[in-house]
């Protein structure tokens, strides 16, 4: 991790009930990053390759995000994430290339294709599958997309489950600087658009491409944390322009102004993801997450017991992740994808 320790670029407001300024400039109210990290390759699902971009919940509301490729997989060889559970969070995948097919316990099922995204407020508990589509498995092809685990508040933990699945042409899209700014609201606010998914926490989300050395800013609530992940290319952010490439994730600090810039030579893309924090005591083990040990424990004991249900179909998604990833292993992409880890 590359740590910051130099000073923000902030200015104190005065808090006095005689001040009449009725909005501060973005100077002063800059944010800057705080931290960068760098993503790690980890094996996710039925043991394909993720960038873990977030894994500890240091980012409240926030508990994970994963970058899935890009990778480009020739025919058999795609592996998805065969049945298992969630409960107490949402999982929200969103598609950049290939595509996926969505089953849950339930009864829900459909496929994502690019563009898509799917918010899932997994609640009181589901039992789903995550699978490569037909067509990547016959032919193959590019894949790649991101996983972002979104906690739940106390009082929504055992909700009933529910799924959004947006289509690309229902997602706003905004443009400034003759093209040179594309943001993709998923959520949220940006350029006068707003995001049309439902989330239980206020919550920003936004996909920004910005062509060589364009600069985008972009407000965010003050009492918003969140982060800044660059998933192509390079650049700079915050008000210090701290450089970051692809792989790359700046923490924000406080403030409310955010700033990204694309480096002269190349454009950036940043998956841009703030919210309001819950405060609240956390618990969390493998697909469960709760506020208390003994919740854990009970989610443990619904899931063995079958209260959670189950999909139909369950060994036959097992067999072909086991046979996508024999042929792996047979042709060598697993050993040398293993090399990264």
């Avoid at 670029?9 to 300024?21: G, M, Q, R, Y």
């Avoid at 973005?26 to 971009?53: C, D, H, P, W």
């Avoid at 592996?79 to 969630?86: L, M, R, T």
């Avoid at 969140?226 to 210090?240: K, N």
Wanted: charged fraction near 25%; glycine fraction near 10%.
């Amino acid at each position: 991790a590359k740590l910051l320790n130099r000073p923000l670029a902030l200015i104190v407001l005065s808090d006095s009930k005689n001040d009449k300024t009725p909005y501060p400039t973005a100077m002063e109210k800059a944010r800057n990053v705080i931290r960068v990290f760098t993503s790690k390759q980890v094996r996710e699902g039925g043991g394909f390759l993720v960038r873990r971009v977030v894994g500890n919940p240091d980012c409240d509301p926030f508990l994970m995000l994963d970058h899935v490729g890009p990778v480009d997989y020739m025919p058999g060889e795609a592996i998805g994430a065969p049945d298992h559970p969630h409960r107490g969070f949402e999982t929200v995948s969103y598609v950049v290339s290939g595509t996926r097919v969505h089953q849950d316990s339930a009864g829900n099922c459909g496929k994502l294709y690019p563009g898509w995204v799917q918010w899932m407020t997994a609640g009181s508990g589901v039992v789903h599958s995550e699978m490569p589509g037909d067509e990547i498995m016959l032919h193959g092809g590019r894949v790649e997309s991101f996983q972002l685990w979104v906690n739940l508040p106390a009082k929504d933990k055992m909700i009933p489950p529910r799924y959004q699945d947006t289509p690309m042409e229902n997602i706003p899209i905004a443009t400034e600087q003759d093209g040179k700014v594309w943001v993709k609201v998923i959520t949220g606010e940006s350029l006068g658009k707003k995001g049309v998914i439902e989330t239980r926490t206020p919550i920003t989300f936004l996909d920004i491409h910005l062509q060589p050395g364009a600069v985008f800013s972009q407000n965010v609530a003050e009492e918003f944390e969140g982060f800044a992940y660059v998933w192509h290319g390079s650049g700079y952010l915050g008000s210090e322009r701290v450089f970051a490439k692809m792989g790359e994730v700046g923490f924000l600090g406080k403030g409310v102004n955010f700033r990204m810039e694309a480096a002269n030579d190349q454009e950036v893309w940043i998956l841009l993801l703030a919210g309001r924090p819950l405060r609240e005591p956390i618990a969390r083990h493998g697909p469960f997450v709760m506020n208390t040990w003994k919740e854990i424990e009970q989610a443990f004991d619904d899931y063995r017991s079958g209260r959670m249900g189950s999909i139909q179909g369950e060994q036959e998604r097992f067999e072909a992740t086991r046979v996508a990833k024999e042929k792996q292993m047979t042709n060598g992409r697993w050993q040398q994808d293993s090399k990264v880890l």
